[in-house]
């Protein structure tokens, strides 16, 4: 089992910056690759990066290619989402997830199996 804690989130203007972070306990966080996903009212959650055990192999979506990046620290089991050039349509609660596999094999929700409790974070126009 893995225990997974976001943090960063807040409000920022259109163009800006944050950058979440996720914590996680519980099981050897070098052993698994993890991702980042969102959820807008009344929306799905969607996929938005993911990022293999050793940090070598990312993935991500077409809506934030070129603006966001997912990196990871392994010795501080820690996984970031640096994101840039915010738009209002970004807006959502962001969850981290795990896929207990070393590569990412998939970018469904499906395909993770522990989340943290998400953060919200707000794009203003």
């Known amino acids: 089992q893995v225990q997974l804690v976001e943090s960063g989130g807040g409000l920022v203007q259109a163009g800006g910056s944050l950058r979440l972070s996720c914590a996680a306990s519980?099981?050897?966080?070098?052993?698994?690759?993890m991702g980042w996903f969102r959820q807008a009212p009344g929306k799905e959650r969607e996929f938005v990066a993911a990022?293999?055990?050793?940090?070598?192999?990312?993935y991500y979506s077409d809506s934030v290619k070129g603006r966001f990046t997912i990196s990871r620290n392994n010795a501080k089991n820690t996984v970031y989402l640096q994101m840039n050039s915010l738009k209002p349509e970004d807006t959502a609660v962001y969850y981290c997830?795990?896929?207990?596999?070393?590569?990412?094999?998939?970018?469904?929700?499906?395909?993770?199996?522990?989340w943290g409790q998400g953060t919200q974070v707000t794009v203003s126009s």
């Open positions: 519980g099981r050897t966080f070098s052993s698994y690759s």
């Open positions: 997830a795990a896929n207990f596999r070393p590569w990412v094999a998939g970018v469904e929700v499906t395909d993770f199996s522990s």
């Open positions: 990022i293999a055990w050793s940090g070598g192999s990312t």
